[in-house]
């Protein structure tokens, strides 16, 4: 995690500030976290997946892409996902 926040602080324009919102994982919040100066961390609620946009984008994916469904196999599930993500992201 921290170097993920390095890497957000060097794009972050000089003279301006990031806000990140992350959810209460423990790495989101350690004590051994360094967080630039030129970034807020703001933890979302505990258990409300309903505010992490994340967790919508994959409660969609259950509901739409996976649910009422027989797979052969681990595989089928995996590329199933992957469809959607094509068809999501791209």
Request: hydrophobic residues 45%; aromatic residues 10%.
């Amino acid at each position: 995690m921290n170097l993920h926040l390095a890497e957000i602080a060097k794009a972050v324009a000089p003279g301006t500030h990031a806000v990140l919102l992350v959810d209460q994982a423990g790495w989101h919040l350690s004590v051994r976290l360094v967080v630039p100066a030129n970034i807020t961390i703001i933890p979302l609620p505990p258990k409300c997946p309903e505010l992490n946009p994340v967790e919508n984008i994959w409660q969609y994916m259950r509901d739409n892409w996976l649910s009422n469904r027989v797979f052969k196999s681990y595989d089928d599930i995996v590329d199933r996902k992957r469809e959607f993500l094509r068809t999501f992201c791209f």
